[in-house]
């Protein structure tokens, strides 16, 4: 019986993979994980899921100099970062290597279908409000000419927190907000989760 090393199968794939793929293809995926190396380099893992359930994943890599570029035009065109839980659409090229396997080099992202994407999600949850009669109810409440005590559910690092604080504290009128944190994720499957467990903190 014929028989092939390791190393021989494995680059039987990767001959048969470059011969038989196109250079790169646009795919829609979750980003899974992601990390970002000390020399600035950014590894990924792309998943697709239906409700709870995985579906797919690969592994994919964003060398540094195309990270830079691509996540500073992303962030300055959508207005978030690129981060864990965010659907994508990416230019990728299929990658084998001897040793690591199959991965995925991301060239491109197109930013216009984050912005779709994030329009659509807004209006499914907008309907979902509606559908269980809560989207109006803040408007039933009487609010105080000037409220004092705010809760704020936000994760303790972010960006946003540090700015409504000052603007708070610095207001042009001189007023005193009694400002409480109700610590949260804001990011990631647990986020929703972790949001209500702590709106349930300020009630």
Same mark, same amino acid.
């Given at each position: 019986?014929?028989? +092939?090393?390791?190393?021989?199968?494995?680059?039987?794939? /990767?001959?048969? +993979?470059?011969?038989?793929?196109?250079?790169?293809?646009?795919?829609?995926?979750?980003?899974?994980?992601?990390?970002? %190396?000390?020399?600035?380099?950014?590894?990924?893992?792309?998943?697709?899921?239906?409700?709870?359930?995985?579906?797919? @994943?690969?592994?994919?890599?964003?060398? =540094?100099?195309?990270?830079?570029?691509?996540?500073?035009?992303?962030? #300055? %065109?959508?207005?978030?970062?690129?981060? #864990?839980?965010?659907?994508?659409?990416?230019?990728?090229?299929?990658?084998?290597?001897? &040793?690591?396997?199959?991965?995925?080099?991301? @060239?491109?992202?197109?930013?216009?279908? %984050?912005?779709?994407?994030?329009?659509?999600? /807004?209006?499914? &949850? +907008?309907?979902?409000?509606?559908?269980?009669?809560?989207?109006?109810?803040?408007? =039933?409440?009487?609010?105080?000419? &000037?409220?004092?005590?705010?809760? &704020?559910?936000?994760?303790? %690092?972010?960006?946003?927190?540090?700015?409504?604080?000052?603007?708070?504290?610095?207001?042009?009128?001189?007023?005193?907000?009694?400002?409480?944190?109700?610590?949260? +994720?804001?990011?990631?499957?647990?986020?929703?989760?972790?949001?209500?467990?702590?709106?349930?903190?300020?009630?």
């Amino acid at each position: 019986m014929g028989h +092939l090393s390791l190393l021989e199968l494995n680059e039987l794939v /990767k001959e048969t +993979l470059s011969a038989n793929m196109e250079p790169s293809y646009w795919v829609v995926a979750e980003i899974g994980e992601m990390r970002l %190396t000390q020399k600035g380099h950014c590894y990924l893992e792309l998943i697709e899921k239906e409700e709870r359930t995985t579906l797919a @994943k690969i592994r994919a890599t964003l060398w =540094s100099y195309n990270y830079r570029r691509l996540s500073g035009w992303f962030e #300055a %065109t959508t207005g978030e970062t690129l981060r #864990a839980g965010m659907k994508i659409l990416s230019k990728v090229e299929v990658s084998f290597h001897q &040793v690591y396997g199959l991965s995925l080099n991301i @060239k491109d992202i197109d930013t216009s279908f %984050t912005l779709g994407e994030r329009a659509r999600k /807004k209006q499914e &949850v +907008l309907a979902q409000l509606a559908e269980e009669g809560v989207l109006e109810m803040n408007k =039933s409440l009487q609010l105080p000419r &000037v409220p004092q005590r705010i809760a &704020v559910i936000s994760s303790p %690092t972010a960006a946003g927190l540090g700015d409504f604080t000052n603007q708070l504290e610095n207001n042009r009128f001189g007023y005193h907000f009694d400002i409480r944190l109700f610590k949260a +994720l804001m990011q990631g499957d647990r986020a929703s989760e972790s949001i209500t467990e702590a709106m349930l903190q300020v009630f």
